[in-house]
């Protein structure tokens, strides 16, 4: 590490979920000049020793950088992170996240930064709620330089968001990709999925599925039966399967209207599944981009020059 | 056993199914003499001993009875049972299905015959198959003495058929039972489930939310930020799930316009499950009513009388 590398930190952000670690020292304009990640998100912390992971994790970092802001994002703000940072609702724009970021001490005197989540309500009520994927969200608007736009972020709990003004006005979650999992791992459609075939062909039939009638619980028993009258092996009845609840998903969640007229529908997530999802949409008449990789880092940036703005510091 | 009792025995029915085993001595009139229930499904039986198996379950049965017919439904005509009989299209009546019985000759020595299942296919040409359900409904409508009915059969693979003239004219089957149990085993929604609760209100709001934007996928995550609300605890976030998925499966499954002034919709099936699908079939203003108890025992005794006659013997 030079010298030159470390005087250009303005703020350090860090994306901190789940299952997974990423931190990003960022230059005064939002530029990544290192990123580290690991597998090493709050379930893999033992004994809740925060603090203890972050100096292994990114020490070397906080000495390098001692009086830049650091932000953190993520599951870390929840209730079974390091501290509760409560939910806001929507709309909320960067300014509101900022304003809404909690202080948080670390055991070697520095203060730091958790932002909030994010939470909206559906029209009969429902609460729905995100937590790290609301700063990615606005880092990517900000870095594709629009102040609207409808945003997916596909994965376990796939996340559907419309900005509006430079606002998160409201957001949808599809619980996709663990109900995929757990279909395909717990009931009798994993006696005839062959789990690492993949075929782009049956993923594609499952989609064109999506749409007919009977809906999802229906759709699923067609994958066995069609398995039965040997119309669909175990290499195709997994990508089918997958295209089967991916349209559903996209089914439900694409606003209406949306046609190839409308703005594309921005992709933000790993690269595979933002491939299937283009796909997916295409199929169904769609238009969809590939949003920004480094939305999360975008996004704490962001947020860090609010919180310095704001607070003066 | 009383000589007069045997004396009466007509036929002989087995509904032999995945996980049990239920046996029926009928009479002329196909009234149940006597039944036997046990937990020997195909899977309880080791090394495929199916003819051990029966001897062990209705040997005393068979030896008192020795030239009725004997007539067995159920998986145990599948690929995974004693003998395949292949599934015979729809439409179908008591006779189509007499028709396509396969005789199958016990150790013993002694004929006994095993009943095709049905098949069907929707309008997009995806194959769906029922196995021993299409006995219950061809004897649920004999026993109610109509000639048209939707039926529907609730469970892990739940069944809605459509009978026209005594025949089968088409069904579906939905995963309901069998995907709400893989999503509250083996999602986050479980740890947010007290699964030993119940409560009827939860429930029935489940069946309500079931109609909302957003489809199955999005409402699975609602039960998740419900809970992390405040707004839906544990003791009633089982009852709302059911409610979800078994609402979504009454919508996408319940015949255009049915209504308060159609044919009740005729539920088969075990009597808990019976009465949440009429609750939830209320709330969506469709009538239902219960169907007779013994449909499987009628439609074996139909069967065998159709055997005997057909066969001459």
Redesign the interface.
Known sequence: MTVAEVAEVASLGIDWGTTSFRAYRLDAGGGVLAARRADAGIRAVDDGDFDGALEQLVGDWLDASPDVPVVMSGMIGS?QGWLEAPYLACPAAVADLAGALVPLDLARGRRVFVAPGL?TR???G????MRGEEVQILGAVDRIGVDRATLCLPGS??KWARVEGGRVTGF?????G??F???R????LGSTIDHAAWDDAAFAAGVE?SG???????????V???G??G?LDPARSGAFLSGL?IG??L???VPEGASAGGDPVVLIGEAGLVRLYAEALARLGIPSREGPSDAAARGLHRLATHATEARGS
């Open positions: 209730r939470s559906s029209a009969d429902i609460p729905d709620v709990h796939s949808a979650t599809y619980m996709t663990e109900a999992d757990a279909l791992r717990h009931t009798i599925r007919a009638a009977g809906g999802l619980l229906h759709h699923l028993f067609g066995r039966a069609s039965l009258f119309e609840v559903h998903e089914r439900a969640a």
